[in-house]
């Protein structure tokens, strides 16, 4: 099954992409997690994408369309790929297409989760994350059990340095403006499904495990 996972920051794919990957086994590619990897590691991939990142803005499309083509190809993508925040611009979805089409393969569907502004920002600034086995915490929402420390791997918790509110709303502008439109472009190829993810995480699960099951 070849699923994309989309919707504003903070809409919660990432969460979600942690607990689909444990019932469908896989690959989960956050375009956004392999930035923070090639930053975290200084690449010149990094670097570059690191200017962007930090101001809330898009990386450029013909860097982020290379990364992707490239993991799309490795064989572990085979028996399918979920996609968490690629494509976001109607430049990559159109590249998307191009790719799959080489790789005779095609989007099963796109998950849309929505979730009214005012909640993304609150989500968005009070997310931590696991520095070793990543995984997403929140200190409003889903604290750890022990400050600072992850429950699951007993690793660090940090902040992203683009969580702040400001660059926040900066992302939440460029995801109307650059992003939403593309939701039109998977409805009209029939594949979009959106489900509220103003609930509790397992209830939205629940919602996105009927749709690939029936797949
Ligand atoms: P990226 O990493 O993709 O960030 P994003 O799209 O802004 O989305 P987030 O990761 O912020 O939100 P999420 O939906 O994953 O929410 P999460 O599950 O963590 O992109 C970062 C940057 O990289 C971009 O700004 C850009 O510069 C660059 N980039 C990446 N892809 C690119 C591309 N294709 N093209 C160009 N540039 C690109 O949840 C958020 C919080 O809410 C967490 O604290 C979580 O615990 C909490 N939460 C989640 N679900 C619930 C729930 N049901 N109830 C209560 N709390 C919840
Ligand atoms: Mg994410
Ligand atoms: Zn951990």
Do not use: W
Request: proline share 5%.
């Amino acid at each position: 099954m070849n699923v994309i996972l989309m919707g504003p920051p903070g809409a919660g794919k990432g969460t979600q992409a942690e607990i689909i990957k444990v019932a469908f086994p896989i690959p989960h590619i956050s375009t956004g997690d392999m930035f923070r990897e090639a930053v975290q590691n200084q690449t010149p991939l990094g670097k570059e994408a690191k200017k962007y990142m930090d101001e809330g803005k898009l990386v450029p499309d013909e860097v982020t369309i290379g990364i992707v083509e490239e993991r799309l190809a490795q064989a572990d993508c085979d028996q399918g790929f979920l996609l968490d925040g690629f494509p976001r611009t109607t430049i990559q979805a159109e590249a998307l297409d191009k790719v799959l089409e080489r790789l005779h393969k095609k989007i099963d569907t796109a998950i849309n989760i929505t979730v009214p502004t005012e909640l993304l920002v609150r989500r968005v600034v009070g997310r931590i994350s696991c520095k070793e086995c990543k995984a997403i915490y929140n200190l409003e929402f889903n604290p750890p059990s022990q400050t600072g420390v992850c429950d699951i791997c007993g690793g660090s918790l940090t902040q992203r340095s683009d969580d702040q509110e400001e660059t926040a709303r900066k992302r939440l502008e460029v995801y109307s403006e650059q992003t939403a439109p593309l939701l039109a472009y998977y409805e009209n190829k029939g594949v979009l499904h959106t489900l509220r993810g103003d609930r509790e995480t397992r209830e939205v699960f629940a919602d996105i495990k009927n749709i690939l099951e029936r797949l």
